[in-house]
């Protein structure tokens, strides 16, 4: 666990509940929750890179990741190992240094791979029977935060995160 470097994460049905709104308009709404933003600020201060692979291509969550800095997006990828493999590569990175967080079906082939395979408490069946932890928290409601959270835990870097947390607070002009 303290080899992790990458945090690859699905987005509908861990960063939402996997419900969206479509307008007459084509126009499109989805719930994100600020605890998971949070969880963008934690694995910051844990050196973690992030990065987002999602099934299906959505104009906010392209919106949600660009807000919160994220560079490494995948939106609208149904084979999520094309993705897998390109972070992979990119970060110079062995399965064992990736953790993945995800809920359903399409992510089980990238969940295979990673060292550290970890499921929303509302994931699929097949999702959880092959995972090394599941968040108590459903996805929409903070799942990502939580995964995060555990994951700078089993690091033993808890202390140091909140410290660093705490300082960027008392640093900030907002």
């Known amino acids: 666990m303290t080899q992790i470097k990458l945090l690859i994460s699905d987005v509908d049905g861990v960063w939402t509940d996997g419900t969206f709104y479509k307008g007459s308009d084509g126009m499109e709404f989805k719930r994100f929750t600020v ?6 600020a934690m694995a ?4 973690l890179k992030i990065a987002l692979i999602s099934g299906r291509y959505s104009p906010a969550t392209e ?10 997006v995948y939106n609208g990828s149904l084979n999520k190992l094309p993705a897998y493999e390109a972070l992979k590569e990119k970060y110079n990175l062995d399965d ?10 399409i992510d089980i ?3 295979e791979k990673v060292g550290v395979p970890i499921a929303v408490a509302n994931a ?4 959880k029977a092959i995972i090394k932890y599941t968040t108590k928290i459903s996805g929409g409601y903070g799942a990502f935060r939580e995964a995060v959270a ?11 995160v909140m410290q660093r947390m705490k300082e960027k607070v008392l640093n900030s002009q907002e």
Do not use: F, N, Q
């Not at 919106?63 to 490494?72: G, N, P, Q, S």
């Not at 699929?124 to 999702?127: G, I, M, Q």
């Not at 555990?150 to 140091?160: L, V, Y």
């Open 124 to 127: 699929a069946p097949e999702v």
């Open 96 to 105: 064992s240094e990736i953790a993945y967080i995800g809920d359903d079906l």
């Open 150 to 160: 555990w994951i700078i835990e089993e690091k033993g870097e808890t202390d140091m």
């Open 63 to 72: 919106h949600r990741a660009k807000e919160l800095k994220i560079e490494d």
């Open 35 to 40: 605890l998971d933003g949070v969880g963008i």
């Open 44 to 47: 910051r201060a844990a050196d």
């Open 109 to 111: 082939p990238v969940m």
